[in-house]
């Protein structure tokens, strides 16, 4: 996957004259943008809105998700690429086609995310999880995988407890501990496995997550568009080893994922924080559609990935 030159010249160039900047690329690392009227974006303490909700409501009135017969072909050749070698972790995707009242602009200002991105008639991200933080010379990044409905009783000892999920995990912290090394040093697993519980439109998941941290430079700033390069794409979004899994993606998908697990990032002159697009409705002429996937590893079970995979179809709008 060859990184977009200009995205990376670009942060470069903000980061040696500590200049303040949006910025979002796509899964493909080809396509990127920066903050202009038709963008709107929340991360953490960066926000370029102060509308807090809007009077249209959206209403889901149909999920057209890809049949199940469909996913378990591609799971297959996931298992078949794992016993060959060739994987140990793919995150697999599919869109799903949503039906009803939709409006991006309302979802992203009255939907419930620490992230969130919305692009005027294209899509609207509103993401649980955090993709690289810098502060303070120290870069921190938090691979989040496994979930679970929070109302099933003693859901989270079942989740911690789950030998498939525990590996799946794993494997995403090791990755994500390779790639610090590549721009850091002192890489340390701060956190491991903690659970974090979102809201999920009708219902709340648990979601698993881990902090892994390192030391960058004093001079950092200068290298910002390199140190997300590196990164890319995501080892949470993508798999194990990262550039045979990428390919093989590719290979099964069958469809663009386009800005869909991308990146979207703030830097504020001294400090960044960014996001991985992950819940995201895109749309593609007048039809809505959302993006959604889960890690396939040997011990994933097709059915409960599948049913993973459409538990993560949702709008977390408030109230």
């Known amino acids: 996957m ?54 249209k409501k959206t209403k889901i009135t149909k999920k057209i998700h890809s049949s199940f017969e469909d996913y378990q072909k591609k799971f297959n050749h996931v298992q078949d690429e794992i016993k060959k070698g060739n994987t140990y972790l793919l995150n697999l995707t599919m869109p799903t086609k949503l039906e009803g009242e939709l409006d991006l602009e309302s979802i992203f200002h009255d939907s419930h995310a620490p992230f969130k991105l919305y692009v005027k008639d294209k899509f609207v991200c509103f993401s649980p999880e955090r993709f690289a933080k810098i ?28 030998p498939k999920e525990m590996s799946e995990h794993v494997m995403a912290v090791d990755l994500l501990r390779n790639d610090l090394g590549i721009v850091a040093t002192n890489i340390k697993v701060e956190k491991f496995r903690y659970i974090e519980k979102i809201n999920a439109g009708k219902k709340e998941l648990l979601h698993v997550s881990s902090k892994i941290t390192g030391d960058l430079e004093e001079n950092w700033h200068n290298h910002l568009g ?16 990262k550039k045979k899994t990428v390919e093989i993606i590719k ?3 069958g469809y663009e994922r386009g800005f869909f697990t991308g990146v979207f990032g703030y830097y504020d002159g001294e400090n960044l924080d960014s996001a991985v697009m992950i819940r995201f409705i895109e749309k593609i002429g007048e039809e809505y559609f959302y993006k959604s996937g889960g890690g396939i590893t040997i011990e994933s079970d097709v059915n409960e990935e599948f049913n993973e995979m459409m538990d993560k179809v949702y709008v977390p709008l408030k109230g």
Do not use: C
């Open 226 to 241: 390199d140190i997300i390069a590196n990164m890319l794409p995501a080892g949470s979004i993508s798999g194990t080893p």
């Open 251 to 253: 290979e099964i998908e």
């Open 135 to 162: 502060e303070n010379n120290q870069i921190s990044t938090y691979p989040m995988k496994g979930t679970i409905e929070a109302n099933i009783p003693n859901a989270k000892e079942k989740i911690l407890a789950n």
């Open 2 to 55: 060859e990184i977009n030159k200009d995205f990376i010249r670009t942060l470069n160039e903000h980061g040696q004259k500590r200049k303040p900047l949006f910025f979002a690329i796509d899964y493909h690392a080809s396509q990127w943008f920066i903050e202009d009227e038709n963008v709107f974006y929340h991360l953490g303490e960066a926000s370029n809105t102060t509308k807090k909700e809007t009077s």
